[in-house]
């Protein structure tokens, strides 16, 4: 499966401030995932967008996908401190028989500043 | 809301040792995985399994490595021999079935080889 590329590596804001991070891809893909990571935790699953998608809501969360420039983009709105992570897409090749093998790049560290 | 477990949380163990890491998944769930992250860097994909074998493996999953679903709950993650260099915090994830693509990480099993 291919690696998803973040971008920007890092990324401080103020609370309350949206916070927009990118991903990049090589190959087509069946659907794309983003992650989160707190320090040295467990990655937690945030949302999926399928290759037939554009856009899609989860709380405060906001994906987009533009399978033409093969990219996504994660928009947090109104962020918190507790939104202090790093962030990483995962997406999956399309037509693979990888079982689901998620392959993570460096991520964006986003930090909130209370 | 159910979630993957993993026992112990912290590991030490002498170089040359054997070590068994254990997991929980998500008991309806039909895919597992191993994930480890060295200290500072990004979370990598060991092995995937399915149908009581693995389905892939990385280049890390050496010999030294193993995998087995004793019982149909637990999961587990041997390393024969271990070296300095599996020190890192190691992730089992769980996935419900094939088109459904999120996984669902545990909390992590830092390991420590001295």
């Known amino acids: 499966s291919q690696q998803g590329e973040e971008d920007p590596q890092a990324l401080s804001i103020q609370e309350g401030e949206n916070a927009t991070m990118n991903c990049s891809y090589k190959t087509s893909i069946n659907n794309l995932q983003w992650y989160r990571q707190n320090s040295g935790r467990g990655l937690v699953h945030l949302i999926l967008i399928r290759s037939n998608e554009r856009e899609k809501h989860s709380g405060r969360l906001r994906v987009t996908l533009d399978t033409s420039k093969k990219s996504s983009s994660l928009l947090i709105t109104a962020s918190r401190a507790a939104d202090t992570a790093s962030y990483f897409c995962?997406?999956?090749?399309?037509?693979?028989?990888?079982?689901?093998?998620?392959?993570f790049g460096q991520g964006t560290i986003l930090t909130v500043h209370p | 809301e159910p979630e993957v477990t993993q026992t112990p949380s912290h590991q030490v163990t002498q170089m040359g040792q054997e070590v068994i890491l254990r997991c929980v998944p998500i008991?309806?769930?039909?895919?597992f995985y191993w994930y480890r992250q060295i200290l500072g860097q990004k979370v990598e994909f060991l092995v995937s399994f399915y149908n009581n074998e693995i389905s892939e493996k990385s280049e890390i999953f050496d010999d030294q490595f193993s995998v087995e679903r004793p019982d149909g709950s637990n999961f587990t993650l041997k390393i024969r021999s271990t070296k300095l260099e599996d020190s890192a915090m190691y992730f089992c994830?769980?996935?419900?079935?094939?088109?459904?693509?999120?996984?669902?990480f545990g909390p992590g099993t830092r390991l420590t080889v001295t």
């Open positions: 994830a769980s996935r419900s079935w094939v088109s459904s693509y999120e996984q669902y």
């Open positions: 008991s309806n769930h039909l895919y």
């Open positions: 995962a997406p999956e090749d399309a037509g693979g028989t990888s079982y689901g093998k998620l392959t």
